[in-house]
């Protein structure tokens, strides 16, 4: 069974930094790019950013230069390091195998905020 754990949010305020950690389980993690995605509320899912399994990245325009995507494949975990983090980053982030099928985790809340 295919599955996503995603930790590391929590309340931040302007210009601070998180990293979070997503393990997956149930694939073999090396074979597939892995994705970053977020929802705010009243929001559509949104792709916040991707990595193959060699490590190439591309990132929403949003969070260029800000956030940087990465993965362990001995772990099956994928990180995603969050700078300078404005307001409009507060979302649920999910992470998940890109263009696949696969259920989403529950996520893990970020709020930026003074």
């Known amino acids: 069974q295919v599955q996503f754990v995603e930790s590391g949010g929590g309340l931040v305020q302007p210009g601070g930094s998180l990293r979070l950690s997503c393990v997956a389980s149930?694939?073999?993690?090396?074979?597939?790019?892995m994705s970053w995605y977020r929802q705010a509320p009243g929001k559509e899912r949104d792709l916040v950013a991707s990595?193959?399994?060699?490590?190439?990245?591309v990132y929403a325009d949003s969070v260029k230069g800000r956030f940087t995507v990465s993965r362990d494949n001995a772990r099956s975990t994928v990180y995603l390091q969050m700078n300078d983090l404005k307001p409009e980053d507060t979302a649920v982030y999910y992470c998940?195998?890109?263009?696949?099928?696969?259920?989403w985790g529950l996520g893990t809340q970020v709020t930026v905020s003074s």
């Open positions: 990595t193959s399994a060699g490590g190439f990245t």
């Open positions: 149930g694939f073999t993690f090396s074979n597939y790019y």
């Open positions: 998940k195998r890109t263009n696949r099928p696969d259920s």
